[in-house]
């Protein structure tokens, strides 16, 4: 098993597979074949088959995947099946939002630390964390050995407070402003913007 | 010049060069060339060229890209040099926060209706719009000929609430739902959700 060499568009859709497979353990589900997974994610039975048979083998031929089985397995890829401390800088709407989201611990991630550079924000307490101000970050960060930070500040101070995460040890960024930010090797970026997924969509419509 | 011939992935591209070129014509730039772009999004100049050319002949050799007049022609091609009416599905707080986001206009979109099945979240108002009952919303959407739509409400409902905005005439879902939902042909869904990017990322971090 030679995962570093796996595709990084498999990796991309393992997530999904294992969203999937969630979904239809809350289902009550236990067995499921290619062909539902692909009919629940739009992709052909032979493209999952292709993309599991990476990995191992985790279904029998005509027997099918067993759902909490290739789920656990999949958590154990994508190296998900513990929980990633995570920081979350700028607290504004969205980021107030992405702190008060129950949705990341089930799923391998904890927010773990809270900043915005505000003197009305700083202080403000989330569940049963409080944001602390900008200056404090790179030592906090660095303190609690966090090595990955959503980022949720405008747009012209993105690049700014990227570099000072992977200043302070930070090696993947989910950035949520509009704006792409440059990371030296080693450092992986993803991008979260609605409109990128809302254009994507336009050029097929007819108006 | 066939835009239907383009593959999804190059379709899927435009979006972030249209995003780089608005960002550099903010910083005071007018002229671009293919290894600028490159860096900043992580691509090869190669590719952006290949990218491009599908759609026609935007620069001239050697003189590189004019930003303005490429980031209008992307706007044409992805048809979001107007403004499409989005409607808004579950005002919690991460639909409130999408509501609140000044940054749809000036991309091409504006959220035009907002509904929710919560007592004591409808009628409340969110910038000059208020929140509708659920029930009003196939005859809204289908009034207003609305066919865009951003699902954020729970997982276990959003394939219900995806089912009554198609039946209105929606033919573009974002679904920030963790959930896969399922389409009829002629209609896309994107989706957005932190956590498969957060996955995305963690298979390549060492612990």
């Known amino acids: 098993m030679t995962e570093s060499k796996v595709p990084d568009i498999i990796i991309g859709r393992m997530p999904m597979y294992l969203r999937a497979l969630t979904r239809m353990a809350e289902e009550g589900k236990t067995i499921t074949s290619s062909q539902e997974l692909g009919t629940r994610l739009g992709l052909s039975s032979a493209q999952i088959r292709k993309d599991l048979s990476q990995f191992g083998e985790f279904g029998k031929q005509g027997t099918g995947y067993n759902i909490d089985f290739l789920a656990e397995q999949i958590r154990r890829i994508l190296k998900v099946d513990g929980l990633w401390e995570v920081a979350l800088i700028g607290i504004g709407h969205l980021g107030t939002a992405i702190a008060n989201y129950g949705g990341f611990v089930d799923r391998g991630f904890q927010v773990a ?55 302070a040890g930070v090696r993947s960024i989910l950035c949520f402003a509009p704006t792409s930010i440059t990371t030296p090797k080693g450092v992986r970026v993803e991008y979260s913007d609605p409109v990128l997924h809302l254009q994507r969509m336009t050029y097929y419509l007819q108006s």
Chains 1, 2 share one sequence.
Request: proline share 5%; charged share 25%; hydrophobic share 45%.
């Open 113 to 167: 630390a809270l900043f915005d550079n505000q003197p009305d924000i700083i202080g403000k307490q989330i569940g049963r964390l409080t944001v602390q101000p900008m200056q404090t970050m790179v030592e906090e960060i660095r303190h609690k050995k966090i090595r990955i930070a959503m980022i949720t500040v405008p747009a012209k101070v993105a690049q700014q407070v990227a570099d000072a995460c992977i200043e």
